[in-house]
């Protein structure tokens, strides 16, 4: 167990609705990271966020959204969805930006657009 | 430039054999290699990490090489074992104006026979 949690474990959802994805950090982990997994495009960084603060930004679509909130925990908006946002969405936590800080994964949310 | 190239994309190896897995990366922006072990139904793992000032750095029964000249690094698995069976990802890190990005490459699933 990595310590970070992500709710829900799954999400099933029609095209063109919206959906919210939560990430608690691990404790003390001031840095939030999201990645979507998907057999085609492999794992890829979407977003980072620092304290509250959007950090870095990787291939994140126009129709996701994330933020940090004060208690540190994030979420991930996705709306508009198509089939092809179907997927593991990952978040990570590290204490800080930075190779010195390991990312600890959580267990995933995985959507289904159907 | 922004690609971790990753091979193969599977392997069997028998139980005491060694497992390598190579990677190559274009950005000499890189300051950071990352190895994440991905068992099915968990999120990636950190492995081994290694800075491109170190050519080698080994923990455990883990290896990894790094050709700084060539932008190239690789994983060995000695002794492999059934339990190292999983999906291997290299990946490559870079700091920037506060916010850290991770690129990964495919992914490399490991079978160890027993």
């Known amino acids: 167990d990595s310590g970070v949690t992500q709710t829900p474990k799954h999400l099933i959802t029609a095209t063109g609705q919206r959906v919210t994805l939560r990430c608690s950090p691990r404790?003390?982990?001031?840095?939030v990271y999201w990645y979507q997994q998907s057999l085609d495009q492999g794992l890829q960084f979407l977003i980072q966020?620092?304290?509250?603060?959007?950090?870095a930004k990787g291939n994140i679509l126009e129709r996701f959204s994330a933020q940090q909130f004060p208690d540190l925990h994030s979420e991930l908006n996705l709306s508009s969805l198509e089939l092809g946002d179907s997927a593991l969405y990952f978040c990570?936590?590290?204490?800080?930006?930075?190779?010195?800080?390991?990312?600890?994964f959580g267990p995933g949310t995985r959507l289904t657009v159907t | 430039q922004q690609q971790v190239k990753q091979s193969p994309q599977s392997l069997i190896v028998q139980k005491g054999g060694i497992s390598i897995i190579n990677c190559a990366y274009e950005?000499?922006?890189?300051?950071?290699f990352p190895w994440y072990q991905q068992f099915p139904g968990k999120g990636p793992a950190l492995l081994i990490a290694i800075r491109p000032d170190v050519s080698e750095k080994k923990e455990g029964r883990f290896t990894i090489s790094f050709n700084k000249s060539a932008k190239q690094f690789s994983l060995h698995i000695m002794d492999s074992q059934p339990g190292d069976s999983a999906t291997y990802f290299c990946a490559a890190g870079t700091l920037n104006t506060g916010g850290f990005k991770t690129i990964f490459g495919a992914g490399t699933r490991l079978f160890v026979k027993a």
């Open positions: 950005n000499t922006a890189f300051d950071y």
């Open positions: 990570a936590s590290s204490v800080a930006p930075g190779s010195t800080y390991e990312q600890y």
């Open positions: 404790s003390g982990d001031l840095s």
């Open positions: 966020y620092y304290n509250g603060e959007e950090r």
